[in-house]
């Protein structure tokens, strides 16, 4: 199994920052995508950035220029670094992962894909 454990998040005044993260913990063989959501009340749940394996990102409009993601493969860890909030921007940022996991069977060691999301972390941006 593999649990992802996701931090960073509080209260910011509009036009501040703050930096999420989310390490992946489990016998992680491989990781082939890292990302971040978020849901915000009565609205459905929206993909904010995501990272490949290869560095390749994706990004929601209306975060481009003021967040980045970027991710340590080394330690199974994903970050979201935002700046100039916006009370929009308030919501439940869930972190997602996607990749291969050890997995022991009867011919010995093997790989099973998985996907797996963070409890969730709150930004709220309000004066």
């Known amino acids: 199994q593999v649990h992802l454990a996701e931090s960073g998040g509080g209260l910011v005044q509009p036009g501040g920052s703050l930096r999420l993260t989310c390490a992946a913990a489990g016998r992680i063989a491989s990781l082939s995508i890292m990302g971040w959501y978020r849901q915000a009340p009565g609205k459905q749940r929206e993909l904010v950035a995501q990272?490949?394996?290869?560095?390749?990102?994706n990004y929601l409009d209306s975060v481009k220029g003021r967040f980045t993601i970027s991710a340590e493969n080394a330690d199974n860890t994903v970050y979201l670094q935002m700046s100039s909030l916006k009370p929009e921007d308030t919501a439940v940022y869930y972190c997602y992962m996607k990749g291969e996991v050890f997995a022991d069977t009867d011919y010995g060691e093997g790989r099973i894909d998985f996907a797996v999301w963070g409890q969730g972390t709150q930004v709220t941006v309000s004066s």
């Open positions: 990272i490949s394996n290869t560095r390749v990102t």
